[in-house]
């Protein structure tokens, strides 16, 4: 019933899962530091950050392949492997409407930053009600960068899939195309005509852009054997419910990208703070869950200053009605123990891979607390039932 990453289980250094960590929040420290700290700690592989690899090699099937073996190599080196490939930001990127704020996400090595600087150096400027406008020749720049790294993506994956004999999955964002996010709280309401004229509804119009902006990236996880995989968050189409998960899953499903395809990285943090539970969208979804992250969250359970929503204050701030936190702690609203076991009841067998990110906490003592509460929760699950052992 569940997905499978290998064809046969391979059980952690320390857990019955293989335990990974997610690349991109340790992006300020040098990879060989980094890696050398995932093999002493006793991690069993990584999660790519698709933003720092050399992506252009990946432009052919064959640049693609002789990548991915260097890469598997430097992991093997080390008694690792590579386990997913993230793309957050190309897929965020992509699916948004271009603007001053996916453009920060786009390479310095690419064709839109350059344009934008050279329209602000020509003298405009973004107007005063919109200060993240971009023009439309950038704008078009951008999501051809981003959909031409994705591409670059799925190769890699499909190369890394195939040296390493496990299913490399891409978890990553989608955005909200047409502003949808947007519009989330239904005031002022959203007319469906005026003056006689329909309006077509946003929330449809959103996932049809989907399809169309996605649509070539995901033919080719599919030519590759590989998954796109939505980690469901605020700001993306599927916000961290069951409901608008599956708005978006039947949606695709419909026009052809099914779960061979597409599907989700679980990743209950942003779950918990909405009041959703991580174990009934398991449940929910077992067939689309391909890869997993492990990532704690405190949530205030009384009053606040600043809400759920946070006021408008960042992220970690201390006023917030959540903030991040180390996976497994006391102070995690999630139970890793409950994860754990319910992806062994719908039959996930795979590596999972801890995302990190506890402002009140060092990164690598806060790394290394997560990989033990991990392997502390992850116990292998039971091959038999109980009660049948009381015979006389």
Same mark, same amino acid.
């Given at each position: 019933?569940?997905?499978?990453?290998?064809?046969?289980?391979?059980?952690?250094?320390?857990?019955?899962?293989?335990?990974?960590?997610?690349?991109?929040?340790?992006?300020?420290?040098?990879?060989?530091?980094?890696?050398?700290?995932?093999?002493?700690?006793? *991690?069993?592989?990584?999660?790519?950050?698709?933003?720092?690899?050399?992506?252009?090699?990946?432009?052919?099937?064959?640049?693609?392949?002789?990548?991915?073996?260097?890469?598997?190599?430097? $992991?093997?080196? !080390?008694?690792?492997?590579?386990?997913?490939?993230?793309?957050?930001?190309?897929?965020?990127?992509?699916?948004?409407?271009?603007?001053?704020?996916?453009?920060? *996400?786009?390479?310095?090595?690419?064709? $839109?930053?350059?344009?934008?600087?050279a329209w602000r150096a020509a003298g405009n400027t973004p107007?005063?009600?919109?200060?993240?406008?971009?023009?439309?020749?950038?704008?078009?720049?951008? !999501?051809?960068?981003?959909?031409?790294?994705?591409?670059?993506? $799925?190769?890699?994956?499909?190369?890394?899939?195939?040296?390493?004999?496990?299913?490399?999955?891409?978890?990553?964002?989608?955005?909200?195309?047409?502003?949808?996010?947007?519009?989330?709280?239904?005031?002022?309401?959203?007319?469906?005509?005026?003056?006689?004229?329909?309006?077509?509804?946003?929330?449809?119009?959103?996932?049809?852009?989907?399809?169309?902006?996605?649509?070539?990236?995901?033919?080719?996880?599919?030519?590759?054997?590989?998954t796109f995989d939505l980690e469901c968050h605020p700001s993306?189409?599927?916000?961290?419910?069951?409901?608008?998960?599956?708005?978006?899953?039947?949606?695709?499903?419909?026009?052809? *990208?099914?779960?061979?395809?597409?599907? %989700? =990285?679980?990743?209950?943090?942003?779950?918990?703070?909405? =009041?959703?539970?991580?174990?009934? %969208?398991?449940?929910?979804?077992?067939?689309?869950?391909?890869?997993?992250?492990?990532?704690?969250?405190?949530?205030?359970?009384?009053?606040?200053?600043?809400?759920?929503?946070?006021?408008?204050?960042?992220?970690?701030?201390?006023?917030?009605?959540?903030?991040?936190?180390?996976?497994?702690?006391?102070?995690?609203?999630?139970?890793?123990?409950?994860? %754990?076991?319910?992806?062994?009841?719908?039959?996930?067998?795979? $590596?999972?891979?801890?995302?990190?990110?506890?402002?009140?906490?060092?990164?690598?003592?806060?790394?290394?607390?997560?990989?033990? =509460?991990?392997?502390?929760?992850?116990?292998?699950?039971?091959?038999?039932?109980?009660?049948?052992?009381?015979?006389?």
């Amino acid at each position: 019933m569940g997905f499978k990453q290998t064809a046969q289980h391979k059980t952690g250094k320390g857990s019955y899962h293989q335990i990974g960590l997610v690349r991109g929040q340790f992006g300020g420290v040098p990879e060989a530091k980094w890696i050398k700290f995932l093999a002493d700690s006793g *991690f069993d592989g990584w999660e790519e950050a698709a933003w720092e690899l050399d992506l252009r090699r990946c432009d052919t099937d064959e640049g693609a392949t002789a990548y991915a073996t260097e890469r598997v190599n430097v $992991a093997k080196a !080390h008694g690792l492997e590579i386990f997913t490939v993230a793309t957050h930001l190309q897929g965020q990127v992509l699916g948004d409407e271009p603007s001053a704020k996916t453009l920060n *996400f786009c390479s310095g090595k690419g064709q $839109a930053r350059p344009a934008y600087k050279a329209w602000r150096a020509a003298g405009n400027t973004p107007p005063r009600t919109d200060p993240y406008y971009v023009p439309p020749e950038v704008a078009k720049l951008v !999501h051809q960068e981003a959909e031409r790294d994705l591409l670059a993506c $799925a190769r890699y994956a499909g190369a890394l899939s195939r040296l390493q004999g496990r299913k490399v999955a891409l978890p990553g964002f989608v955005g909200s195309p047409a502003n949808c996010w947007s519009h989330w709280f239904l005031f002022p309401p959203l007319p469906g005509s005026i003056e006689g004229y329909d309006i077509p509804d946003v929330r449809q119009v959103s996932l049809e852009l989907l399809v169309e902006r996605f649509g070539n990236f995901w033919k080719e996880c599919k030519k590759q054997g590989v998954t796109f995989d939505l980690e469901c968050h605020p700001s993306e189409r599927a916000m961290g419910d069951i409901e608008s998960a599956g708005d978006y899953i039947r949606f695709l499903g419909n026009n052809g *990208f099914g779960s061979d395809v597409v599907g %989700f =990285n679980l990743d209950g943090s942003h779950m918990e703070w909405q =009041n959703v539970s991580v174990i009934d %969208f398991i449940r929910e979804y077992p067939e689309f869950i391909h890869c997993a992250h492990v990532k704690g969250v405190w949530v205030a359970r009384e009053h606040c200053r600043a809400g759920r929503l946070g006021g408008h204050r960042p992220m970690g701030h201390w006023t917030n009605g959540w903030n991040f936190v180390t996976a497994g702690t006391a102070r995690d609203a999630n139970s890793l123990e409950d994860i %754990f076991i319910e992806l062994n009841r719908v039959g996930f067998d795979g $590596a999972v891979s801890i995302e990190w990110e506890d402002n009140d906490a060092d990164q690598f003592a806060g790394a290394r607390a997560a990989l033990a =509460n991990c392997r502390r929760a992850d116990l292998p699950p039971s091959g038999l039932k109980h009660d049948e052992a009381l015979k006389g």
